[in-house]
């Protein structure tokens, strides 16, 4: 299985479906060029799909009241152990699913890894699983992990790759060189050895016991231990470039490595020669054989575009296995093949599964990581979102968490489980609106409508709020809207910013510089700016509360409240988390609360109280209707019970 760092850059995926021939087929020195060609692929049946209760399986946060929900689904690489199950290296642990339930179990450093970042996950013939961290080197053993850093002799700990040959030798690659773990220890390997540069990008071990090592710019390294003997193939030999990122041995020995794109090259022995020709200046992430020796590509981006799912040959031509046929994205990040033909192909969206003639997902947690808005429902659900609006968004769709089980958009229910979501919010009427780009959709969760299509609003949209007569206001990246029934209108000259809705129908938004800045008000029939008596340049969050004042989070790391005549500014002095970037919210009391990363307060009385130290890379913040303050972070999602 081939690792590399820059999968951690590029959107993940699923795949893998094929047809076997009979075992025992010479492997093919050379393969015809890849010319796309649409094969319909029956979709996955949903009943096939396991339903997970992550409640049991995700430890807490590591404090009393808190309790962390990260994503399973951002996979990094894959590997098949003895018994059957499928081992996943993850953004947030290593994650072990069985097959046959449908249900995973994840190990965090609260269960004795070295780091809850992995990239990369191999398992020993004698069953022990080895995972490369940011940490160093775990060891499982099937009851406690065993940890390795530069102070057990790595040379360095972040491990790119991973691998473990027939006779129990595990290698490791760093960007300080390679380790090898033999007799309960680890020796360091580096050019002063033989390898061709200090970055070690991948790693694959032949049945013969040879090593291969794609390195950062020295080519492709050689090790036959038995006779201690390097080499090292680069342009000389026919290597296009010196820093292949992807490197799988192949059943009959031979390495192939993916360079720079649209190429793969196979070592024949005496020359690296081209095997596959892929075009479209595709990148690839991993390459995995299968039970008739047949190569599986995954592919995970590329300068023109994202990926462009799963390819492999069926003895024929090449077949294009994508989304639109069953997986749960077209960027693949990892693949394995176990003996008995199923197959798993990693994304950030979760696991691919062929298995029984039909595919099913393996996903678990928040449908990504880094979640953008949050928005809760009167009947208890917390909805997640995710994604961008920058130049080229990502994508991410929504999650639902009902407090046991994770809910994922799907393509049927009118929202592209990719649709970049910049903004949740639920109507006084239980309505659930989203912002995907700038289209702007509505509905109960299971079922979206669209209230507004690109072609009318033209503009992406960031935050809903809702005044008391029914209308929604949407505000964007240079216009303010109000929907009324079943009509929009555009205010052009209110580029605006935050805004919220007091309970006496009145909008506030803050202006962007373009138009002079400062904050507005729209009373229904005419526009008031404020921008004299502001004592901030700049507000970042607005909420309007019950007793008629107007609450602002400055950009400064302050609040400030307005009481329709005067201003009062709180400050770190006031027991206001020093800093930028202030979240405010108000809990279903009414409360104002205040989220940032170096803690959380709310206002009691005339006092600011500190609930709970912050948390790393905050995004978003909501009040769930039990009162649980729901946070996303760049780690995943915190609730904090009341």
Not at 351 to 365: C, E, F, M, T
Not at 546 to 563: P, Q
Not at 604 to 626: C, N, T
Request: charged share 20%; proline share 6%; glycine share 14%.
């Amino acid at each position: 299985m081939s690792k590399i760092l820059f999968v951690c850059l590029l959107l993940p995926v699923l795949a893998g479906c094929g047809l076997s021939q009979p075992a025992g087929k010479p492997t093919p020195t050379s393969w015809p060029p890849y010319i796309p060609a649409p094969r319909p692929t029956a979709a996955p049946d949903a009943a096939a799909t396991p339903t997970v209760s992550p409640a049991a399986q995700v430890a807490p946060f590591y404090r009393p009241g808190v309790a962390y929900y990260p994503s399973y689904n951002g996979v990094r690489d894959l590997a098949f152990a003895p018994d059957g199950a499928l081992w996943a290296a993850t953004d947030s642990g290593v994650i072990r699913w069985d097959l046959a339930t449908g249900t995973p179990r994840r190990y965090s450093v609260a269960d004795g890894l070295g780091a809850d970042y992995v990239l990369a996950v191999a398992v020993a013939p004698d069953g022990a699983v080895w995972a490369g961290t940011g940490g160093g080197v775990s060891r499982f053993d099937g009851r406690t992990w065993q940890n390795y850093t530069a102070d057990d002799g790595l040379p360095h700990n972040v491990i790119y790759a991973l691998a473990v040959g027939p006779d129990g030798v595990v290698w490791a690659g760093t960007e300080a060189g390679a380790g090898r773990f033999t007799a309960s220890r680890w020796t360091a390997l580096t050019p002063a050895d033989g390898l061709a540069d200090h970055l070690i990008w991948a790693i694959g071990v032949a049945a013969d016991g040879g090593v291969w090592f794609s390195t950062g710019a020295g080519g492709v390294s050689h090790y036959q231990p038995q006779r201690e003997m390097w080499t090292t193939y680069t342009a000389r030999e026919g290597l296009p470039q010196p820093n292949a990122r992807v490197l799988t041995v192949g059943p009959d020995a031979a390495p192939w490595v993916h360079v720079g794109y649209d190429h793969i090259y196979r070592f024949d022995g005496k020359a690296w020669r081209k095997a596959v020709e892929i075009g479209g200046g595709s990148w690839v992430c991993d390459i995995a054989f299968d039970r008739a020796r047949r190569p599986w590509i995954a592919t995970c981006g590329g300068w023109r575009a994202y990926g462009r799912g799963l390819l492999h040959f069926d003895g024929q031509g090449w077949i294009e296995t994508k989304a639109a046929d069953g997986l749960l994205s077209d960027t693949v990040t990892a693949i394995a093949i176990r003996a008995d033909g199923v197959i798993a192909a990693g994304s950030d969206r979760g696991i691919s599964l062929w298995q029984d003639g039909k595919w099913r997902a393996l996903r678990n947690g928040p449908q990504l990581n880094t979640i953008t808005t949050i928005a809760a429902t009167p009947a208890g659900a917390v909805w997640f979102g995710f994604g961008d609006s920058i130049v080229r968004p990502a994508g991410g769709g929504v999650s639902r968490f009902d407090g046991q089980t994770w809910r994922y958009s799907e393509r049927t229910d009118g929202l592209h489980p990719d649709a970049s979501i910049r903004a949740l919010a639920t109507a006084p009427d239980g309505q659930l609106w989203a912002a995907a780009g700038c289209a702007v959709l509505r509905g109960d969760g299971a079922r979206w409508q669209a209230v507004a299509t690109c072609e009318q609003l033209g503009d992406s949209i960031h935050a809903f709020a809702f005044g008391p007569r029914g209308e929604t206001w949407a505000v964007g990246d240079f216009n303010l809207f109000q929907f009324v029934g079943e009509t929009w209108r555009r205010y052009e000259d209110r580029v605006a910013g935050p805004l919220t809705v007091d309970r006496q129908g009145r909008v506030w938004v803050w202006l962007s510089p373009i138009t002079g800045g400062g904050l507005a008000m729209f009373d229904g029939i005419e526009w008031r700016t404020l921008k004299e008596d502001l004592p901030f340049e700049f507000a970042g969050a607005l909420a309007a509360t019950a007793d008629g004042a107007l609450w602002a989070a400055t950009g400064d790391g302050a609040v400030a409240r307005f009481d329709g005549s005067t201003w009062q500014r709180f400050g770190p002095t006031d027991g206001i988390p020093a800093g930028p970037n202030l979240r405010l919210v108000l809990s279903p009391a009414g409360e104002v609360w205040l989220i940032h990363e170096g803690g959380i307060v709310r206002r009691a009385g005339d006092a600011w109280v500190r609930v709970a130290d912050g948390f790393e890379g905050i995004r978003a913040a909501a009040f769930a209707s039990d009162g649980a303050l729901w946070l996303g972070t760049a780690r995943g999602a915190v609730q904090i019970k009341p």
